[in-house]
């Protein structure tokens, strides 16, 4: 990718097929587990199957990690370096490739500002043994894995926390068990020193003084060899009820997929329950979790997606776990969320390159109270609210009427201009503040279409004109509206502006303007609805004759009052109407 990703709690990564997003899950697995086998690359995996020469580095495939450090477990001081904003510490790793297998892993030397050479320390930690523990371990879950092989992860999974438990006992049985273990161990090895020595022998006979030994793995876990050894703890998983139960390989993909959101929730509860119960035990309660999953939504029920995303919410709340997921459901995106990143992966044909841009991020959008009470309505209202994270050109609507004008429009004219372009329904012009708040993070154009409605209402109860509320819509509007967005008012509303529309009630408006624009006599209508689409969408700089462009109320408040004097009355909310 030609841009960074940087983590939060939940990371979600959107974009087109084929643009990269699981190559970013692989990407933060390959660091996670530096000096395994499933950290080893093949030529398949190098840009067009290519083996750069020597003197084409800008040609190897790299992956540099940042990880935030504590006191507890940072590395020697040489390699510390300090966010300037956050005043975090953190370590810097490259892994690079010249060709396929292993990758030459360095560290980034703070105290000589440049990565660690050949003939100094390369690596903060040293070995994989120590540096592992202080990293979050990856845990990948992809829709296209094998039964079998899900199994086997869902199965390991559920062991960690029985395993936990295990070495951390002290009672008789387990230490019986080491020692036996040992007994073993030293029995076997009365043969394997017969058979170095003989080893030995042969040696010296070309090289004189030497001698062939088993040195041990200096990262040996006696505890983990012997669970190993156990078979007791690899059961099979299996679903059923009653005296009917299958294992999961012979479940149904939606079955096997609910299955696996079942042991991830009820592993990560585990584990925060066991952290609260042994606060002063220090073995893997600490330990940090990085879950990487492609398309979740894949393969489930509706309800089940829901549930999906609800345990992902719930899981990103506990200490210690982070998510990744690539997505084309707009359900995952909870914008209400805290610690939420959305990045947008795209590839630019022409180059043939990929780009991943953070678009939002819940710290940044410093949303208040009532703009979280906008997005709960919202998100009852439309479930897929969150749609436009996924488009490339965006329009926000106050309402029903307008969205179906122009979702009508787009489809009368089937331009493939308009295929990527997202009308967002703000259900009311008090939410379309929040919206452009979530917006102004993509630090790209988008457009606001509402009505201006009148600086002043009829009450009710009186039946005087009192200040109108919308009219202080229009206000947070021109306060919080990117300058990059343009801004469009309709004077005094949509329908009236458009002028063709058949003035009925609120409910039938909707179904009005789409009876209108799909008539024999819509035609005039359709050619209006496409002036002021090109406009939005920025394809045209001319204002249409029938609404305002502006960002400062006072542009609005004088295109109203020329408008004023072509219009006679008030209706009760205070909207101009000619007679």
């Known amino acids: 990718l030609g841009k960074s990703v940087i983590m939060d709690k939940i990371v979600i990564l959107v974009g087109a097929n084929n643009t990269g997003k699981s190559a970013v899950l692989k990407a933060y697995e390959i660091a996670l587990r530096s000096g395994e086998k499933a950290a080893e690359l093949d030529i398949e995996d ?7 020469r020597l003197d084409e580095e800008h040609l190897f495939p790299e992956i540099i990690l940042e990880t935030v450090v504590t006191d507890e477990t940072k590395p020697a001081d040489k390699w510390i370096l300090k966010d300037n904003d956050t005043k975090e510490l953190y370590v810097r790793e490259r892994w690079r490739w010249s060709e396929p297998g292993r990758a030459a892993h360095v560290g980034f030397n703070a105290e000589i500002d440049r990565w660690a050479d050949k003939e100094e320390e390369k690596v903060p930690w040293g070995c994989n043994g120590v540096a592992k523990p202080k990293r979050p371990e990856p845990l990948r879950l992809s829709p296209f894995d094998s039964p079998d092989k899900m199994a086997e992860t869902l199965t390991k999974l559920l062991r960690n926390p029985f395993k936990e438990q295990v070495c951390q006992s002290d009672t008789s049985a387990w230490a019986n068990l080491v020692d036996l273990y040992k007994k073993l161990l030293d029995a076997a090895s009365v043969e394997t020193k017969i058979v170095l020595k003989t080893m030995t022998d042969i040696v010296r006979q070309i090289f004189p003084e030497h001698e062939v030994r088993m040195r041990p793995p200096h990262d040996v876990d006696l505890n983990q060899s012997i669970l190993e050894l156990l078979p007791s703890i690899s059961p099979k998983l299996c679903l059923g009820f009653g005296d009917h139960f299958s294992p999961l390989e012979k479940q149904g993909s939606g079955a096997q997929r609910m299955l696996m959101w079942a042991a991830l929730r009820a592993t990560a509860e585990t584990k925060q329950l066991n952290k609260g119960k042994d ?4 073995p893997s309660q600490t330990k940090s979790y990085l879950l990487l999953i492609d398309e979740p939504e894949l393969c489930l029920h509706p309800t089940a997606v829901r549930q999906a995303c609800k345990i992902l919410q719930e899981m990103a709340s506990l200490p210690n776990w982070q998510l990744m997921i690539t997505t084309h459901s707009p359900v995952f995106v909870d914008l209400r969320a805290d610690n939420t990143s959305i990045v947008r992966v795209d590839r630019d044909e022409t180059s043939n390159s990929y780009t991943g841009t953070t678009i939002y991020r819940s710290a940044n959008a410093k949303l208040d109270h009532d703009d979280i009470e906008n997005l709960t309505m919202l998100t009852a209202f439309d479930p897929y609210v969150a749609e436009f994270f996924f488009s490339k050109s965006i329009i926000v609507v106050e309402g029903d009427t307008e969205y179906v004008a122009f979702q009508t429009t787009m489809s009368l004219l089937g331009e493939e201009q308009y295929n990527d372009v997202h009308i967002i329904r703000a259900r009311g012009k008090p939410c379309v503040p929040t919206i452009c708040k979530i917006l102004n993070q993509f630090q790209k154009p988008y457009s606001v279409l509402h009505d201006s409605d009148a600086p002043k209402r ?12 919308r009219w202080t ?3 947070n509007i021109a306060n919080v509206a990117s300058p990059r967005a343009r801004v469009v008012a309709m004077v005094p509303n949509f329908e009236r502006a458009m002028r063709r529309l058949i003035k009925s ?9 789409y009876k209108e624009l799909k008539s024999e006599g819509g035609k005039e209508l359709l050619s209006r609805m496409k002036v002021l689409l090109d406009f939005l969408l920025h394809k045209s700089d001319t204002v249409p004759e029938f609404c305002v462009a502006w960002h400062g109320i006072e542009k609005l408040e004088e295109a109203y009052s020329q408008a004023a004097p072509a219009y006679s009355r008030l209706d009760q909310q205070g909207n101009l109407f000619p007679d």
Do not use: A, L, R, S
Not at 46 to 52: A, E, L, N, V
């Open 46 to 52: 190098f840009p067009h199957h290519y083996q750069p």
């Open 279 to 282: 606060k002063d035990k220090e």
């Open 458 to 469: 009829i009450d009710k109860k009186t039946g005087k004109q009192v200040d109108n509320g």
């Open 473 to 475: 819509d229009n206000k």
């Open 505 to 513: 009630d609120d409910k039938k408006k909707p179904y009005e303007v």
